[in-house]
């Protein structure tokens, strides 16, 4: 029997002869030969102008064909992809590629404004188009440059030195609640979690694996395009080079998607777009990310005709926690069998006991059950940062694994989540996490995306402020809102938001994730109008210059 490929170098070279359909593309269809000789050309590139020191080739460019060419060229050649997010800027983006010591930059002439200047540290110098250092992949001179490459032949991994620990991608944390890590991912790592994704989803040649999210994130990587290629199914690219929800079902059928890869809040974007009679007429079978809701996973299903398999997970790969067909609504589902994952107090590191619900499904117990999510194999499935110990200390600290995620298990075993590690609020002296009430308020009817978060009270302790992106088109009407809240039978008493921030759109990362750290800052200031209860029983009313300069006043000495 075959022995199952150890790295991703090896996945690449079985697709050599493939003649399978590898990529699609509004440029048109590819095979898996092509895509191949591609990479194989680009791969003989990067090792022409590879200098001495860490072999790390940032790419900064949207979800395109050469971002998949390079992807396949760097595994092949031992090349370390740093995917750069152009959603950061200037000094941002400059600290990202010279902490993790690049010295090459793939590029576009959209995107390569986003560096020239910048000092991209000792390993790159500066940025700028006439660069040797610098390949800008949609220009008549980057043609000319790989042009004497093209018919390069695979290289050989006996060769390169490439193996399962061998480094493949320096992959960036989302950064919603702080600066963001490069976490360390190999070869193998990536080759087994593609396998992994492979069985689980039922993927075959058959498949056409629709790669909307960013190619630099790790959840386009390694529920995405590292499946897709292990099972030699088609890739597809969205039209634009990015997601798009208007254009989303559009691309299903025009690329035969059977297979829709996500993270984050794409699912209520979707959602959100008008409802079309043949919605479910397209060839859609089966979808899997983590992070979106129960009930956005159920009206996709139904309205897409598809299965929606939601789960726990992260870019460091330390913890993992898995739907089952039983899991009860609002939970993440059980941790796998293999695994230590435990509810721990983050002081004691004693284990947190079971939570308990009244007859409404409200969390009776929070204080006592809610913990961070910790594995205590330590990092059986995390490869650290690049350069950064401290993280990794605060990571791995007494030899277990902690994710820096709250949540809370019941008696049966399953796992519900409750906020980053920084999502606590204190109201009347009680505690309680933000995500139980997010996904209450994701329950209203014109609600898109929700984001619970605490602001300073004028008295004492935290208040909750609620940010909330409606739909296109709606209008926020505060006393339905209230009639809302009091309706919830599940919603605690010191748990409805004081302050409401109504958006046409909330601050997100590439993925999708709302910026917490960003609507903190601001707290009752910003672009969109706020809505507030001047007492917590009061009717809800705008939030006037004159109520912020007062509640400023209030809280000048308080720093959340």
Same mark, same amino acid.
């Given at each position: ?57 940032? +790419? ?40 993790? *010591? ?36 949609? /220009? ?43 976490? $360390? ?18 993927? /075959? ?103 929606? /398999? ?8 330390? !913890? ?17 069998? *293999? ?12 284990? $947190? ?14 204080? *006592? ?37 709250? !949540? ?6 399953? =796992? ?23 996904? =209450? ?37 505060? =006393?339905?809102? !209230? ?27 590439? /993925? ?5 750290? +960003? ?22 009313? $705008? ?18």
């Amino acid at each position: 029997m075959k022995e199952a490929p150890s790295t991703m170098a090896e996945v690449v070279l079985e697709r050599r002869d493939d003649q399978g359909v590898g990529l699609v593309s509004a440029e048109g269809a590819l095979s898996h030969a092509e895509v191949t000789a591609a990479a194989s050309a680009r791969a003989a590139w990067l090792a022409d102008r590879r200098r001495p020191g860490p072999f790390h080739v940032a +790419v900064l460019l949207g979800n395109s064909p050469e971002f998949v060419f390079f992807l396949g060229a760097a595994a092949l050649t031992g090349a370390v992809v740093v995917g750069a997010n152009p959603t950061h800027r200037g000094d941002e983006l400059a600290r990202d590629l010279a902490h993790t *010591e690049v010295q090459l930059l793939v590029t576009s002439t959209s995107l390569l404004p986003l560096v020239e200047g910048l000092d991209l540290g000792p390993a790159f110098g500066t940025a700028g188009s006439a660069s040797d250092r610098v390949l800008v992949v949609d /220009t008549p001179e980057a043609r000319a440059t790989l042009s004497p490459f093209t018919g390069a032949a695979p290289p050989d991994p006996a060769a390169t030195g490439v193996n399962p620990r061998s480094l493949g991608w320096l992959l960036f944390t989302s950064g919603t609640s702080g600066a963001p890590k490069a976490c $360390r991912c190999t070869q193998g790592r990536m080759a087994g979690i593609a396998q992994h994704l492979v069985n689980m989803m039922s993927l /075959t040649s058959e498949d056409v694996c629709y790669l909307a999210m960013p190619l630099f994130h790790s959840n386009a990587l390694m529920v995405g395009w590292s499946p897709a290629l292990y099972a030699g199914s088609t890739a597809a690219l969205p039209t634009g080079g990015k997601f798009s929800a208007s254009g989303f079902l559009d691309d299903v059928r025009r690329f035969g998607v059977t297979y829709f890869n996500y993270v984050g809040k794409p699912l209520a974007y979707i959602l959100a777009t008008p409802e079309r009679p043949d919605d479910a007429d397209n060839p859609l079978v089966r979808t899997f990310g983590n992070e979106g809701t129960i009930r956005d996973a159920e009206r996709f299903a139904e309205r897409f005709g598809c299965t929606v /398999t939601d789960s726990y997970g992260s870019t460091e790969g330390g !913890a993992t926690v898995s739907r089952t067909p039983d899991t009860p609504p609002g939970a993440l589902g059980r941790a796998r069998p *293999e695994s230590e994952t435990v509810i721990v107090d983050p002081g004691t590191g004693e284990e $947190r006991p079971p939570a308990r619900f009244d007859d409404a499904g409200r969390l009776l117990n929070p204080e *006592e059950a809610i913990g961070e999510l910790v594995d205590k194999r330590g990092t059986a499935g995390f490869e650290g940062y690049w350069h950064n110990e401290e993280a990794e200390r605060e990571r791995t600290r007494d030899g277990w694994y902690w994710t820096g995620d709250l !949540a809370y298990r019941d008696e049966a075993g399953f =796992i519900y989540f409750a906020g980053r590690g920084g999502d606590w609020l204190r109201v009347d002296g009680e505690n309680f996490a933000a995500a139980p009430v997010e996904r =209450i308020l994701l329950r209203y009817p014109d609600v898109v995306l929700a984001a619970v978060y605490p602001v300073p009270d004028p008295v004492v302790g935290d208040s909750v402020m609620a940010a909330l992106q409606l739909r296109p088109g709606a209008d926020f009407d505060p =006393i339905f809102f !209230a009639g809302f809240l009091a309706e919830q039978p599940d919603l605690g008493t010191k748990w409805a938001p004081r302050f409401v921030r109504v958006a046409d759109e909330l601050p997100v990362t590439a /993925t999708a994730k709302v910026l917490k750290r +960003v609507l903190r800052s601001e707290r009752w200031h910003g672009p969109d109008p706020v809505w507030w209860r001047p007492e917590p029983t009061a009717p809800y009313r $705008r939030l006037e210059e004159a109520d912020a300069a007062a509640l400023d006043r209030a809280t000048a000495d308080r720093v959340l």
